[in-house]
């Protein structure tokens, strides 16, 4: 991630630790023993553990661990800042990553938001319109799936061509009802929120996009801004293979290395 994406943090992204799930599990023990432990000490716990724990399955027990056992927000927020040191991810898209595994719904940053932007859709900042907020349209996400190979006629491997422009007009239908779910579910994991809260603001999004976004999206041609995107980055995950992608995270990543070593010119995109 590093490499492709900007993140606020300081290091060299060509240094950074891909750290497996034991490693975490040792990076957890040294912040339940010492409260003061920092990046500094997570790195050199890595160094110290990552030859015997990488490629190992995740065996919580040889450590004593237990599984269900919860981690307190404070060791939460010293764990960000320990992977943070070693895999050289800012907080807010490791926050990002475990948002998805959490909700199964895909929040793009606005840096990761940016990259996409600029490298995959060839987009360009206008003095009057914010470059998130630029339009894409279905002559984009077409160009999109081309570029990255996406088309594949037999389905086991891709999206069979004339279904992209279909799959583009139904998130364009539908994009009230989705923003709508996804508010939704962001108020379920508040603390202290009751099913009635919970379904009122549903349906006070659902009028607010109906009204303020969708000027009834029937007549909408194109996608704008950062919930948009990150749904139809969702959307096309979930309707490619599933052993395509691990998830829509490694799949934007992807994308956004493939564009990176086979850059298009502007002038070709079309």
């Known amino acids: 991630m590093p490499i492709n994406v900007p993140q606020d943090c300081e290091g060299n992204p060509r240094e950074a630790e891909d750290v497996s799930g034991m490693e975490l599990a040792h990076l957890f023990l040294l912040a339940k023993t010492d409260r003061s432990a920092d990046g500094e000490d997570a790195k050199a716990k890595i160094a110290d553990e990552k030859s015997f724990c990488r490629g190992s399955p995740l065996d919580l027990g040889s450590l004593s661990l237990d599984p269900e056992e919860v981690v307190g927000f404070g060791i939460f927020k010293q764990l960000l800042s320990m992977l943070t040191a070693t895999m050289l991810i800012d907080r807010s898209h490791l926050l990002t990553t475990l948002a998805w595994g959490k909700t199964n719904r895909f929040e793009m940053t606005e840096a990761m938001g940016s990259q996409v932007m600029t490298e995959l859709f060839l987009k360009t900042p206008k ?144």
């Open 127 to 270: 003095y009057d319109v914010p470059l998130i907020s630029q339009p894409i349209g279905a002559n984009d996400f077409n160009r999109l799936c081309f570029s990255m190979e996406l088309i594949d006629a037999t389905g086991r491997r891709g999206i069979n061509q004339g279904r992209i422009a279909i799959l583009f007009q139904d998130i364009l239908k539908t994009m009230p009802k989705r923003i709508a779910e996804r508010q939704k579910i962001r108020y379920s994991y508040r603390r202290g929120s009751t099913p009635g809260q919970v379904q009122g603001a549903s349906n006070a999004n659902v009028a607010s996009n109906v009204n303020a976004q969708g000027r009834s999206r029937i007549d909408k041609k194109d996608l704008r801004g950062l919930t948009e995107v990150s749904i139809l980055f969702e959307t096309l995950f979930r309707a490619l293979p599933p052993q395509r992608y691990v998830n829509c995270v490694d799949m934007v990543l992807s994308f956004l290395e493939r564009a990176r070593l086979n850059p298009v010119a502007p002038s070709k995109a079309l």
